[in-house]
């Protein structure tokens, strides 16, 4: 069974950074594409980062030019770093895998921007 476990969050001041990992265990496939998504208290899920097998990414533009999506050396491992952190980005961070037209989701890690 494909599992995906996030980490990496955390408090931190307005303008700082994080990292978050996501680590897949349960298949020796390469995914196709890895996102993360983030959902703030009250509003829906949004799409923040995706990678495809290719390394093609692709962000939405609250967040361009502030995180950066990459695939670790370990196969199905994906990491965010965000930077210029800002109190909007305050959310629950999760992680999303594709395999073969199924769709794979961690349990979230909370990222907290606050002063």
């Known amino acids: 069974q494909v599992q995906l476990v996030e980490s990496g969050g955390g408090l931190v001041q307005p303008g700082g950074s994080l990292r978050l990992s996501c680590a897949a265990s349960?298949?020796?496939?390469?995914?196709?594409?890895m996102r993360w998504y983030r959902q703030a208290p009250g509003k829906q899920r949004e799409l923040v980062a995706a990678i495809t097998s290719g390394t093609i990414v692709d962000y939405p533009d609250s967040v361009k030019g502030r995180f950066t999506i990459s695939r670790g050396n370990a196969k199905n491992t994906v990491y965010l770093q965000m930077n210029s952190l800002k109190p909007e980005d305050t959310a629950v961070y999760y992680c999303n895998a594709v395999l073969f037209f199924r769709e794979y989701w961690g349990q979230g890690t909370q990222v907290t921007v606050s002063s």
């Open positions: 349960g298949t020796s496939s390469s995914f196709n594409a």
